[in-house]
């Protein structure tokens, strides 16, 4: 198994059965800004391949890890 794949796996469990609703209540955020952030995230990870649901699932883990993470990515350019 590659790495990514191992991290994709740890990751996979953190939106598991997570709305955006709970992923912002999490982060005292508004869902307005969570469905922004999920949309950049698919644009995102949909370049790595993969299906768009899949793409979804992961912009939502990375989502739970930092609300702002797609902001992050696109300022730090990667």
């Given at each position: 198994?590659?790495?990514?794949?191992?991290?994709?796996e740890?990751l996979?469990?953190?939106?598991?059965n997570?709305?955006?609703?709970?992923?912002?209540?999490?982060?005292?955020?508004?869902?307005a800004?969570?469905?922004?952030?999920?949309?950049r995230?698919k644009?995102?990870?949909?370049?790595?391949?993969g299906?768009?649901s899949?793409?979804?699932d992961?912009?939502?883990?990375?989502?739970?890890e930092?609300?702002?993470?797609?902001t992050?990515?696109?300022?730090?350019?990667?």
């Amino acid at each position: 198994m590659y790495f990514d794949d191992l991290i994709n796996e740890k990751l996979s469990r953190l939106s598991k059965n997570k709305t955006t609703r709970d992923i912002a209540k999490l982060h005292n955020t508004s869902s307005a800004k969570i469905k922004a952030q999920l949309k950049r995230g698919k644009k995102v990870e949909r370049e790595h391949g993969g299906t768009i649901s899949k793409a979804k699932d992961t912009a939502l883990d990375h989502l739970v890890e930092d609300p702002k993470y797609y902001t992050k990515l696109k300022k730090a350019k990667l």
